[in-house]
């Protein structure tokens, strides 16, 4: 499962690119499986707001993060709300993306995703 949250679309045209079920975070959304978690970046490196509100109760089923940003905004903060949730809950930071990102961020994600996220559940299903 991949869950995410995009405000102008970029986000979700990267989760277009993925061979995954995907949810888009909304309020009080509760998990009950592991997931790969993308977002956007906010306010100088912040971790959005109904992202930050949804780890708090989700942030253990949470296998990695993927984070788009802009390098425009400068290196120290360019997606730092994946280095700020990668630190904060000791997650695996899978990739981040300028923007929409490239094929080779997608393939890396997908490979990410098949790996140790997907066949996560699958072994929870055959025990
Ligand atoms: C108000 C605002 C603040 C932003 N701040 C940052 C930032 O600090 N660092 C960064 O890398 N990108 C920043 N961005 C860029 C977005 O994270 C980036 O455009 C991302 O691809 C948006 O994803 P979305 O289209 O799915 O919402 C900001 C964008 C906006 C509109």
Redesign the pocket.
Known sequence: MIVYA???????YIVSKLQAESIEITENLIMDKPYLLIT???????VPQKVSHFLKSNSHLCRGVVV????N?GHR????AGDKIANAYQIPLVRKLE??GFQADYDTIQQFYETRVKDENVLKIKQ
Do not use: A, M
């Open positions: 995009s405000r102008t679309g970029n986000v979700s956007y970046t906010d306010h100088l490196g912040e788009s940003g802009n390098s905004f903060v360019f997606g730092g923007l929409r």
